[in-house]
């Protein structure tokens, strides 16, 4: 059974960075692209950044140029490093699959960007 287990949120001020860490268990994640997305207050659960098994990467326009993602086979890690962060990325961040597969939805971890 495959668990999957994000870290790294917080509480920082605008313009700081933050960098998520999301576990996987199970060799699932070798076979894969993995997906950060994230839910903010009242809205829909929006994706954030992909990365293929190969390594190539996508963002969301709201993003790019902020946030990287990158993935250590080795350790079954996905990461999720954010830079120049505003508010209004305020959420929970999650890790799943790409294309995302409703049993593998974790607990998330929190980030907020406030002064």
């Known amino acids: 059974q495959v668990q999957i287990v994000e870290s790294g949120g917080g509480l920082v001020q605008p313009g700081g960075s933050l960098r998520l860490s999301c576990v996987f268990s199970g060799s699932i994640f070798l076979l894969y692209g993995l997906g950060w997305y994230r839910q903010a207050p009242g809205k829909q659960r929006e994706l954030v950044a992909t990365i293929s098994s190969a390594g190539n990467t996508n963002y969301a326009d709201s993003v790019k140029g902020r946030f990287t993602i990158s993935r250590d086979n080795a350790k079954n890690t996905v990461f999720l490093q954010m830079n120049s962060l505003k508010p209004e990325d305020t959420a929970v961040y999650y890790c799943?699959?790409?294309?995302?597969?409703?049993?593998?939805w974790g607990q998330g971890t929190q980030v907020t960007v406030s002064s």
């Open positions: 799943n699959t790409y294309p995302a597969k409703d049993i593998y």
